[in-house]
């Protein structure tokens, strides 16, 4: 599994696509920074070109990383898919189990290391262009303790969703299928039990355990422009999130591994 | 006998409404080059995934060098070279990193191993191309090469002369002879082009519609497609008589039309001639009549057919 591991990191490394993803979605948050910036500057009575306001566009949209972690697989092993890769390190004695796990490994540790220099690029830039208030106790750090603590916390299902996407990929093999899969699983089903929550108690109590769900509700719900709060601020909200993702991983390693076993690969 | 680096017992592969593969028993014996044979959709390429491990058998089973246990079947892989229909690369990287990579992948030691395959194969000056710009021979040469990595001591290969042009074509069966005399490579190697098959072959397996009609070395074959002679004579009896006294041991049939079939001449045709006029016997026709392995497998073909 470490040749295997070290192969795909060789060929992460000298392919494009990770820089162009990284470098795409740091330059849109930057952008995001600038625009604000822009306004703040050029727009008399815009009041929202603040270290805080920008950090708040992305606390509360987390599930952003889980997007971010669904496009670094889906960019990265299509390829394999589409061109018959895989089927040459099938051919090459490499063990099925051995390469998902290799590449769940992999492709995780890439995911949050492009998430934190496209983070690193955010932070920096909203610190340099925008506006706040450092005689307010507080004011300028934090804002940036609820994002990096918010990061932390959803690193876990960033990693289920990498899991995830991957399983699916096995199961599959088509980006298209791939994407309606995710899709389904991340963000329908979560919906469906959270809008049958409102009749049926149990559909909200397992709702409530899903990630695109509380990193919605739990979060915006507790924002105000004064006060700052989050779910991952409190240990029990912390730990929520970190079970969450625990779980995701095994659920979807399992299927990940259940479906790539006997599978054919064209 | 060598032992079997592959053997195949009962593999059977069906989808759906098509069985590609029904009972399939093939043997491929150490130092062997075994020419699978078969037109398209005869499950030519089916049987040679599941063999890579792409794809899995419905029923039977398989044993690659010696080994049945589904985990070590595959860790046993590790000891052979494939290229199954087409060469899977990232079409992004240059041929150089994609044999890199895979060269990591395996655990193969020195980053000389690279070039050298490259070498072996012809395609070194290529080697800083990107894999989507190569043509189709040159992917061919591509595949071949990956085949190669860590010198496997099974080579099984789909169709490997498609796309290549004539020097091309030669360069391949020069190099696959010398693979398998020097280097002992077994080599697996399905085709429909039969002309290519029968210039390297040591082995064929005859495969039609799923089913294998026929396994057979290239010596029987050739022994079974030996030439036989036609004689149109003005005496055939009395030429029987002369052949069962001048050379003894000769297999020969009385046919109608004052016609003798010598079935294994030991002779050139020739001297079967001069045989006639030596005893005054008129030769009115004398044909020479050789079955290639083309018309060979079509035979066993239109035989199942039955």
């Given amino acids: 599994m470490a040749n295997y591991m070290k192969s795909e990191c060789y060929r992460i490394l000298h392919e494009k696509t990770i820089y162009l993803l990284t470098l795409t979605m740091a330059s849109l948050l930057v952008l995001m920074n600038v625009v604000l910036y822009l306004f703040s500057a050029y727009a008399p009575g815009f009041y929202y070109g603040t270290l805080r306001f920008s950090f708040i566009m992305l606390i509360s949209d987390m599930e952003v990383f889980y997007i971010g972690a669904f496009l670094v697989v889906m960019l990265l092993s299509s390829d394999e898919y589409k061109n018959g890769v895989l089927k040459n390190a099938v051919a090459g004695g490499i063990n099925r189990v051995h390469m998902f796990i290799g590449k769940c490994i992999v492709y995780g540790i890439t995911a949050m290391v492009s998430a934190a220099l496209i983070l690193a690029a955010f932070i920096s830039t909203a610190y340099l262009l925008l506006e706040t208030d450092f005689s307010i106790p507080l004011e300028s750090t934090l804002p940036l303790k609820v994002l990096l603590l918010g990061a932390a916390a959803n690193v876990p299902f960033s990693l289920a969703t990498v899991v995830l996407t991957m399983a699916l990929y096995n199961i599959f093999q088509k980006d298209a299928q791939v994407g309606i899969g995710c899709a389904v699983i991340m963000y329908l089903i979560p919906t469906a039990f959270r809008l049958l929550g409102f009749q049926i108690p149990i559909c909200a109590r397992i709702a409530a355990w899903m990630p695109w769900n509380f990193v919605k509700t739990e979060v915006s719900a507790a924002f105000s422009i004064i006060q700052m709060d989050a779910l991952w601020m409190h240990p029990e909200g912390f730990l929520k999130e970190m079970i969450a993702g625990a779980v995701g991983i095994v659920l979807f390693g399992a299927l990940g591994i259940w479906g790539f076993r006997k599978k054919d690969i064209a | ?306």
């Fill in chain 2, 1 to 306: 006998m060598n032992e079997a680096v592959i053997e195949a017992r009962d593999i059977t592969k069906q989808y759906k409404n098509l069985t590609a593969l029904d009972h399939v028993d093939i043997t491929v014996r150490r130092g062997e080059i075994y020419g699978l044979i078969g037109d398209n959709g005869a499950g030519k390429s089916t049987f040679l995934k599941i063999v890579a491990g792409q794809i899995f058998p419905t029923g039977g089973y398989l044993r690659l060098f010696g080994n049945e246990d589904e985990k070590a079947v595959q860790k046993s892989r590790s000891r052979m070279g494939a290229l199954v229909e087409n060469a899977g690369f990232f079409p992004k990287m240059s041929v150089e990193k994609n044999l890199e990579y895979y060269r990591i992948q395996r655990g193969i030691p020195g980053k000389e191993t690279v070039e050298s395959v490259l070498r072996t194969v012809n395609l070194l000056e290529k080697r800083r191309v990107k894999c989507e710009k190569l043509s189709m021979g040159m992917k061919q040469r591509f595949g071949l090469a990956l085949a190669l990595l860590g010198e496997p001591e099974l080579l099984m290969l789909d169709e490997p002369i498609n796309g290549l042009d004539p020097s091309g074509i030669i360069e391949m069966r020069e190099l696959l002879l010398k693979l398998n005399q020097e280097k002992r490579i077994t080599i697996l190697l399905s085709s429909h082009i039969l002309s290519e098959l029968e210039q390297i072959a040591t082995m064929y397996g005859f495969l039609s519609r799923g089913v294998v009609l026929e396994e057979i070395s290239a010596q029987a074959l050739r022994e079974k497609c030996a030439g036989c002679i036609d004689l149109r004579l003005t005496e055939p009896e009395k030429y029987a008589a002369v052949l069962e006294k001048e050379l003894p041991g000769t297999a020969y049939q009385v046919l109608q039309d004052q016609t003798i079939r010598i079935t294994n001449p030991g002779q050139e045709s020739a001297r079967y001639g001069r045989l006639a006029y030596e005893h005054g016997i008129g030769v009115q026709g004398l044909d020479e009549r050789h079955m290639s392995l083309e018309d060979y497998y079509v035979n066993i073909k239109n035989r199942g057919k039955l």
